[in-house]
Structure formats: structure tokens, C-alpha cells
């Protein structure tokens, strides 16, 4: 059976690949896994009932919302089933309970892809051999369509076991992790309350053969996801540049001293600006100027210190150049440590897996996930949460036009999961 489903997995990224869609747009994605799941003895839940309409953050603007659900509509996801979706209420939780006293285990994937244009160059598998993003301004540049089908293969296997198995199980199959935005709305839900194991985890990260398995990651980085606004007024650049307020000056100067943030002693700290624009012509003043921003950090306290530092700067550039400045949250994440409980875990549940060369304790991630509210949730309440990692060797960095995988990590990834919820399992070992 762990053959069929590691086969089922790779087929299934590849078709995934080909309709990536941006955070609360998963219309496709989502059709895509309930359909997958239907026929299984899972209850599945989607719309509002997945999560809190109001903790969702970055929200796209709702002109690319419609424009996703009518894309959707022309993909031939019935009308009715994308209605239960509207205004971005994206994603699917599946759960089976076996009625038998268990462990409850929570496994999440995440589903969203990017808004980058997949390459069409020779070289690049998915152009090669026919799976390619038919969505053109997005692309599965992260590795989220190998997390679905592995997730979709763990449920497979779980239905097929039902008998055998017990305590209860829920997969969450999560929108909007790009940007740090969906993960909070549904924990605020409950889909992770009294979870006393939870698994995640990604592909790829680190560049290292496909077939091996990190038990747990460090260097989850707290972060904040941030636009700012800055309101000038404009003028004549040339006969009263005196009456203009300059906003893509006052821009740019808090660019400027953003990045002159002292790092903190006590553990890394990340700031980057990736967009900034304003102005409307040569001879005008500028008026307004939107800049993209977001802090990190190695726990939550640090990223706290760079946005505070980070606010400072915005609000006192904009009092240089007597302007306005306005910051809207984006998204975010936590700082979180996985259990070194799941060391040992994952080293015994694996210790006869031919699919596996090698169980790193850790390897580092050095990135942010919103997972993190969800392992801060199951761990506060008393349950054991980790992070994996399947290293896959990447002809092109993560989010990059040629981005790619290694599609043994997927089958890599398919027999730890089964291995351990096997091992999990009080009645069956």
C-alpha cells in the first residue's frame, strides 16, 4: 500500500501544480481536496466553519477574490460549492474519530502557491514534462502542492486503517501561509484544542539528497508582515515646490534607517523592505508613497523589538517631511520551538524505513510559518508539536520563477507520516 500512495502523492503535486492559487483564493485547491476526500470516512469541514472570519490577515482585495472565484466557476467548481468559499474562506479540516480511547493527532499542510510567473524554459521539469502552472501570474514556487498531496496520501492511509487504529485524527489542509495569514483564524476556531500530537512540516529548506527526514526545526522566526502609507501633498516640482509634502522622500528615508536597526544581542533579527512606490511624474511632488515591510525574529520578544524600532523610524520620517504615515498589519507569526520529544519519536518510528537514509535531530529552517500559532496552541495546552523537514536538492531557490523538488522527497515524506502514526498508536505497538 506505502507504494500506491507514494505514487498517488507524486501524481498528485503534479496536478496541483498546474492551478496554484494566491492565499484565500484556493477555490480550485480546495474543490480539488474535498473531492479527494469525499469518498473517505472523514468528516470534512469548509467555508466559515474552518475558521474566524475576523482573525484572517492580509486579506486580498476583494476585486482579486471575485476574480478567483470566477475563475473557479470556469474550472468547473459547481457554483453552490464555491458559494460556501465566498469572501476567501478558503481550505479544508478533516477529521475521523475512531470511537476507540487514542491519542488525538492533528496534521496540517498548507496549500497556497504565489504571485510569481512559473519559468517556460527548457530545464525546468514542470515546463518539460507538462505540468506547468496554467495560472499565469501564479506558481507553486514553495513546495505547498507536494504538502497537499501528502497530506491527501497520510488521509488515504488513515481511512484505510480506521479499524485498526484509534483515538481521533485531523488534517488540516490550511490557506493564506504565504504572508503568515491564515494559521491563527483557524486555531481561534478550535481545530487544535486538546491535540496531544500535531505534525507539520515543508520540503525542500534545506539543500540536501532527497530521503532524509529532520525530526524537528529551529530558527522558527517570529515575524511581522506590515504596508505602510505614507500621505504627503502634492505641487509643482517646479513653480511651488515650497507647497508640496514629499511622501517617496519620507519613503525613502525610513527605508534608509530601517535597515540601520541594530541586531540584538540576544538572537537573530531580520528586517527587509520588498516593495516601495509612490510618486505619480517627474515634475510632481509626490503625494503618497506604499511601501511592503516585514520584521523577524529568533523569538517572539526580538520581533517585537524590530517592529517597535521598525515604528519609530516610519512615524519619525514621516514627521521630517510634516507627512502622514499609516501601518496595516499583513500578517504574522510566532517564534516557536518544536519538542525534542519528537527526536526520538520520529528516529524510533522510522527505524526500519527503507525510504529513509538518514533522521536528522534537527535542521534549520531560519524562516517564519504561521504553523507556529498552532504548535504555540497544542503545546500551551499540554500536546507535543513539531516542525519536519524533507531536504530536497533545488535547481532554484525557494520562491524563484524555476523553483522545483526533488519528488522523492514526497515519497520521503508519505512513509514518515505513516511510520509515525503507526508508532503513535498505544494499542498497535
Known amino acids: 500500500m506505502l507504494q500506491e500512495l507514494q505514487q498517488f502523492a507524486v501524481d498528485t503535486r503534479r496536478k496541483f501544480h498546474t492551478v496554484p492559487e494566491a492565499g484565500f483564493t484556493e477555490f480550485i485547491t480546495t474543490f480539488e481536496i474535498y473531492q479527494l476526500l469525499q469518498n473517505l470516512s472523514f468528516h470534512l469541514y469548509i467555508g466559515k466553519e474552518i475558521m474566524d472570519s ?44 475512531t470511537g476507540r480511547k487514542g491519542p488525538h493527532i492533528a496534521l496540517r499542510y498548507d496549500i497556497d502557491g504565489l504571485p510569481i510567473i512559473e519559468s517556460d524554459e527548457e530545464g ?19 513546495g505547498h502542492d507536494g504538502h497537499i498531496s501528502i497530506g491527501l496520501a497520510a488521509a488515504k492511509y488513515i481511512d484505510a486503517n480506521k479499524e485498526k487504529l ?29 491535540v496531544d500530537y500535531f505534525m507539520s512540516g515543508h520540503i525542500g529548506i ?86 511592503l515591510v516585514g520584521t523577524r525574529g529568533e523569538t517572539t520578544e526580538l520581533n517585537q523589538y524590530m517592529y517597535q524600532e521598525a515604528e519609530r523610524i516610519i512615524q519619525a520620517s514621516a514627521a521630517m517631511y510634516d507627512i502622514e ?67 530536497s536538492l533545488l535547481p532554484a531557490g525557494h520562491h524563484h520563477p524555476q523553483f522545483d523538488i526533488d519528488e522523492e522527497a514526497i515519497r520521503t515524506a508519505v512513509s514518515v507520516y505513516i511510520d509515525v502514526i503507526h508508532y503513535l498508536q498505544p494499542t498497535i505497538n
Open 325 to 391: 504615515s499609516n501601518i496595516s498589519f499583513m500578517g504574522q507569526g510566532l517564534g516557536t520551538v518544536c519538542d525534542a520529544a519528537w527526536i526520538d519519536i520520529v528516529k524510533e518510528a522510522c527505524q526500519n524505513n527503507s525510504d529513509v537514509k538518514e533522521v536528522y535531530d534537527v535542521l534549520p529552517l531560519k524562516a517564519s510559518e504561521d504553523v507556529s500559532y498552532m504548535m504555540d496552541h497544542v503545546q500551551k495546552n499540554g500536546g507535543l508539536a513539531t516542525y519536519m523537514i524533507f531536504p
Open 54 to 97: 475576523d482573525e484572517r490577515m492580509g486579506l486580498p482585495k476583494p476585486e482579486e477574490i471575485e476574480a478567483s472565484k470566477e475563475r473557479a466557476l470556469a474550472y468547473g467548481v459547481p457554483e453552490a460549492f464555491v458559494e460556501k468559499l465566498d469572501g476567501g474562506h478558503t481550505g479544508v479540516v478533516a477529521v475521523l474519530d
Open 166 to 194: 484509534t483515538g481521533k485524527f485531523t488534517i488540516i489542509f490550511q490557506p493564506a501561509e504565504e504572508g503568515l495569514r491564515g494559521a491563527n483564524s483557524i486555531v481561534q476556531k478550535g481545530w487544535v484544542d486538546k
Open 206 to 291: 534545506n539543500a540536501l539528497q532527497a530521503g532524509s527526514v529532520a525530526a524537528t526545526a529551529n530558527q522558527i522566526l517570529a515575524s511581522t508582515k506590515f504596508d505602510v502609507t505614507f500621505k504627503g501633498k502634492s505641487a509643482h516640482a517646479g513653480v511651488e515646490p515650497n507647497e508640496g509634502k514629499n511622501a517617496l522622500n519620507a519613503a525613502a528615508t525610513a527605508l534608509l534607517q530601517l535597515n540601520a536597526i541594530p541586531r540584538h544581542r540576544d538572537g537573530a533579527t531580520r528586517i527587509n523592505v520588498g516593495h516601495l512606490s509612490g510618486g505619480s511624474g517627474r515634475n510632481v511632488i509626490a503625494d503618497e508613497a506604499v511601501m
Open 124 to 142: 525546468h521539469a514542470p515546463f518539460d514534462e507538462g505540468f506547468r502552472s496554467k495560472h499565469s501570474q501564479e506558481m507553486h514556487a514553495c
